[in-house]
């Protein structure tokens, strides 16, 4: 059971940072976990399935980049990175790699805490983080992550996994185009160097069991040679 306090993981390997800023992080109603090397965070991570990692560069058995790279192929967790100050050229490798923000040490306790929620609270706002687990509605197609159903108007659907779970990623992501490279390793938990077929194999059976005119799409729009998009509730408004 979680307590449902937003998780924090910490990786750091240096114990005058950790436990200050543990302790820091459970005053301001978080609840942190450290890991002190890159293996423990990955294993970490994994498991406990963090709101957030905290993710410091320098580790003692890799670099702090190869662990968000790797977090990065598993989820859209969020991911602060912590970096030297005057490493300038530290920030961008770590945003490049998708880390969503960076803070330079020395850094007050404070500050980590406030930069948290804001980077939380952007998460909660554009991927729905935290809710992955409730039924999304979206127009009359409505599925249920839990008890891993799609229903149309009320009518239910037999989706294959991989459907339900790149419809699932799509409908989280409503209004935002998807690069094809991200569901595929999303979905497929894998790099794809060869063909994409698959993907599209998929993309047209959703169309058809959603009973989406592919020439005149309401719900699954696509950005040619980009990805794919799910329609927004607004967008459907719109459309009437
Ligand atoms: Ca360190």
């Known amino acids: 059971m979680q307590s449902g306090r937003p998780i924090v993981l910490v990786v750091e390997d240096e114990e005058s940072i ?27 991570a994994r498991r406990l399935r963090p709101d957030l990692v905290l993710l410091d560069v320098m580790l003692p058995d890799a670099s702090g980049f190869d662990v968000c790279r790797e977090l990065r192929r598993e989820s859209e967790v969020p991911i602060i990175m912590l970096t030297a100050r005057g490493e300038e050229a530290d920030r961008i490798v770590g945003l490049e790699l998708g880390a969503d923000d960076y803070i330079v040490k020395p850094f007050s306790a404070r500050e980590v805490t406030a930069r948290i ?70 979905v497929w938990e894998t ?28 719900y699954l729009h696509t950005a040619r040679g980009v990805g794919f998009r799910f329609a927004a509730p607004a967008d459907l408004e719109r459309a009437g």
């Not at 436990?19 to 820091?24: C, I, K, N, S, V």
């Not at 037999?158 to 185009?177: C, I, Q, T, Y």
């Not at 058809?208 to 020439?215: A, I, Q, W």
């Open 18 to 44: 950790t436990t200050p800023l543990a302790e820091a992080l459970e005053r301001d109603g978080l609840e942190p976990h450290v890991a002190s090397t890159a293996a423990e965070a990955l294993e970490l």
């Open 117 to 186: 929620r804001a980077v939380l609270r952007r998460a909660r706002r554009t991927a729905g983080a935290g809710a992955e687990e409730s039924p999304i509605t979206i127009g009359d197609v409505r599925i249920d992550p839990a008890a891993r159903t799609v229903t149309r108007a009320g009518e239910s659907l037999e989706l294959s996994r991989k459907e339900f779970d790149l419809l699932h990623l799509l409908m989280r992501n409503a209004g935002s185009v998807l690069r094809r490279e991200r569901l595929i390793e999303e």
């Open 191 to 218: 790099r794809w160097f060869g063909s994409t077929k698959t993907l599209d194999v998929h993309v047209a059976s959703l169309r058809k069991k959603l009973r989406d005119d592919p020439s005149a799409s309401r």
